[in-house]
């Protein structure tokens, strides 16, 4: 048993103190903002240059003109602003971002992300705005499968794929449970109806509880 | 203030650096790409956040084989095949740039600065050979600055003096691009007269820009008006 991509959303969106300003990343972070009901006080920022994004849109309420970082269309919140681009990765460099959340496909006990590159030589590398995003907010958080297809985990002593950055994430929300890592030391948060044991045995690490 | 989108194309020279505005489509001056395609310069470095979508813009510039390097932050998308093919195929060179590097070197560029130092890519692929510097406990990576001969920018009303306003998440790379070329050529859906817009909601003051040019009202506004 583990949570679906929905309950691990809804866990994350759970954790998200009020008054917080936000950047989902593209793929299954989005799903977190399902989640973000309208008596939370919580601000999104797309780097795309919207703060106060709101949710996606079909049909004529579609703008070409106002879409998120997936390119997918959304809308905007009354007292939405409106920015360039520089703008926008100086708010998130500068601090001013409490948390973003990052999809990944592997994260290292020490924090090292990897989520853009799989070090495939044929693919077409594109990095977008996970470098900047991963050590630009207060707070990185990671939301992935704890294992690939192939039953490996992602989550790692030390990361194989090229690095997005260096101890740049704090948490990492999977379905089978809720880890702590990077400087504040590497420990399980929360397990979903797994042992510890079956998450050392799934990650070959040696897991503690906080 | 320029007749038509051929006059705001003249005298781009083969061989120029293009910063083309644009997140997607939004905001992509597509009437002033279609421009370029018709005025026949070619061997061009772009500079855009993207490497074009489905065949208008960027990709039918691409296609046309007039580009010889991109320089841009995420060139593979679902509809990027025009892109793919040529790079896959060696015909087209790629500088990948973190997408917030790319936007602040091209600020860099227009602001007279000598480059930067960002925490971003520290410890990257992206970074290897970069110069590095430690300040108050933190690494750095130091990143250039992007200027181009010529900027395309998508914006949404203008007037003569080349003042622009965007529209919605259309503004992104745009202001930064209109301040960091020799060429500034922005694209809008109606130029309005001088003294129409509120001088406290102009985004990218006129100094900037040379060449303004109306294209007619967006389709989307078409169909609401």
New interface residues.
Partial sequence: MSLSRSQLAARIAADIPDGSYVNLGIGSPTLVADHLTADRDITLQTENGLLGMGPAVTGPAIDPDLVNAGKIPVSELPGASYFHQADSFAMMRGGHLDICVLGAFQVSTSGDLANWHTGDQDAIPAVGGAMDLAVGAKQSWVMMDLLTKTGESRLVERCSYPLTGVGCVTRVYTDRAVFSVGASGARVLERFDTTLDELRELTGLPWNEA | MVADVADALSGVADGSTVLIGG?????HPVQLIDGLLEQGARDLTIVS?NAGNGDTGLAALLAAGRVSKVVC?????VDSYV??GL??TGQVQ?E?????????R??AGGAGLGGFF?????????AEGKETRQIDGSWYVFETPIRGDVALVGGYLGDPLGNVV???????????MAAAADLSIVQVDRVVGVGDLDPEAV?TPGIYVDRVVAVGD?E?LRERA
Avoid: C, H
């Avoid at chain 2, 932050?73 to 998308?77: E, K, L, T, W, Y």
């Avoid at chain 2, 990948?96 to 602040?104: C, F, H, Y």
């Avoid at chain 2, 965007?166 to 930064?176: C, D, E, I, M, Q």
């Fill in positions: 997140f997607g489509l939004a905001g956040n932050s995420f060139p593979r998308q892109f793919d790079y896959r790629l990948l740039v973190p997408q917030g590097n790319l936007a602040e091209i600020r960002t925490p971003t890519g520290f410890g990257t692929p992206l965007y529209r919605k998440t259309s503004r992104n790379f745009n202001p930064v985004v967006r989307w």
